[in-house]
């Protein structure tokens, strides 16, 4: 079935069979794991010109060729690059784009190794970043400049969970001439298709969901035509690639992908309504509740959700750690997307706008593959904790 026909099916239907063709590799239902380096030539006409499909493993190699393809069905995208880490697919497209002299304008909500990035090497480089308010929408363009040439958002946003209103932010950026990247990594492509909002750039975490299973780290970049080609000579200049067993497993994760984003976001959404009416829990931070204050955006611009979110807990530090050290079935650690539970005291000390009025102490929940009931035992033997704290 070619990709336009694929198109047209489920989603679990698109993340079982998309990126590759079994009959590609005589009739093998997955990929094979390509390891190499060196790519040989048949003669050295072919060599000097290049003209065939693998030149250096750098390049690719069939099988981070197949990850790409799926991703790029799922995107909507021109194509698609593979990098060592989330971070990286943070931090490649802003290098493809900024220069010295540029001005970056990066939503305050966005992830912290994000904010330390833009703090540091960006500046050192010369490129001005001014951090926005989350929910500005429109009025994001009473911040552009004549030399704005990124606007950068997350939705929603990392640990405290902003909701963005993605099109009317890319339409005044576009009117401006300034590239639209996303932090997709929360919803992936299943619930939230960027492209089709407006973003030119999206990037995922594919350590999350993707991967599924805590034992990967790699990110993405896709992009829309206008904007791959920067974006690839960057990546090729950079001499950036990734594994094939890494790709292999993020590609296998991506067949159950859906399946287990469902769990994750039932149980969630299921936790998220009981804690709203637990004592000792000031707030419940998951846009896909009615009481979230960017739950409008949400269902109207999501299809889904998924399995993280934060509750604001009465206390501080010490009923934060109360609350952490009680718990038998959440691991304490950092990442998400996984099938375990998660759980973190946020620190949001370097948000210059956002995440400075919580009236107690924030905590990230990671909700796994667990049972919910044993999971909000869990959760209730912490709440007790933190009271007695």
């Given at each position: 079935m070619d990709k336009q026909s694929r198109s047209k099916l489920g989603i679990n239907t698109r993340l079982a069979h998309g990126g590759y063709d079994p009959m590609d590799y005589h009739g093998f239902v997955n990929p094979p794991v390509v390891h190499a380096s060196t790519v040989l030539f048949p003669d050295a006409q072919t060599m000097a010109t290049g003209n065939q499909p693998y030149t250096y493993a750098t390049h690719g190699t069939p099988t981070t060729d197949a990850l790409c393809r799926a991703i790029d069905e799922l995107e909507g995208s021109a194509g698609t690059l593979l990098v060592p880490s989330g971070l990286l697919a943070v931090t490649l497209p802003l290098l493809a784009f900024l220069s010295p002299g540029d001005h970056l304008l990066m939503v305050d909500s966005c992830y912290g190794n994000t904010h330390y990035f833009c703090n540091t090497t960006l500046k050192r480089l010369g490129v001005e970043v001014e951090y926005y308010d989350p929910l500005i929408g429109a009025d994001i363009e009473e911040l552009i400049r004549p030399n704005t040439k990124v606007v950068f958002t997350e939705s929603p946003g990392s640990n405290t969970f902003e909701m963005q209103d993605i099109p009317a932010i890319a339409e005044k950026a576009h009117a401006a001439g300034a590239v639209v990247m996303m932090d997709n990594t929360w919803a992936t492509p299943i619930h939230f298709k960027a492209l089709d909002f407006g973003?030119?750039?999206s990037i995922h975490a594919v350590t999350k969901y993707p991967s599924g299973h805590a034992d990967v780290l790699m990110g993405t970049v896709s992009a829309n035509e206008k904007h791959f080609k920067t974006l690839e000579q960057t990546y090729t200049a950079l001499g950036l690639c990734v594994s094939g067993d890494d790709a292999y497993q993020v590609l296998r994760g991506l067949r159950s992908m859906g399946l287990r984003m469902e769990r994750h976001a039932e149980s969630a959404l299921a936790i998220a309504e009981w804690l709203e009416n637990q004592d000792g829990v000031v707030e419940v931070l998951h846009p896909a509740l009615p009481s979230h204050a960017g739950h409008a955006i949400y269902k109207r611009?999501?299809?889904?959700?998924?399995?993280?979110?934060?509750?604001?807990?009465?206390?501080?530090?010490?009923q934060a750690h109360a609350f952490l050290n009680a718990l038998e079935i959440f691991g304490l650690g950092y990442s998400w997307g996984g099938f375990a539970s998660l759980a973190v005291h946020v620190r949001l000390a370097d948000r210059q706008i956002t995440g400075k009025n919580y009236a107690g102490a924030v905590i990230r929940l990671q909700i796994g593959l667990e049972d919910k009931e044993d999971l909000i035992a869990d959760i209730a033997k912490g709440l007790a904790a933190a009271k007695a704290a």
């Open positions: 973003v030119d750039v611009d999501f299809t889904g959700g998924g399995g993280v979110f934060s509750i604001v807990i009465e206390g501080g530090k010490a």
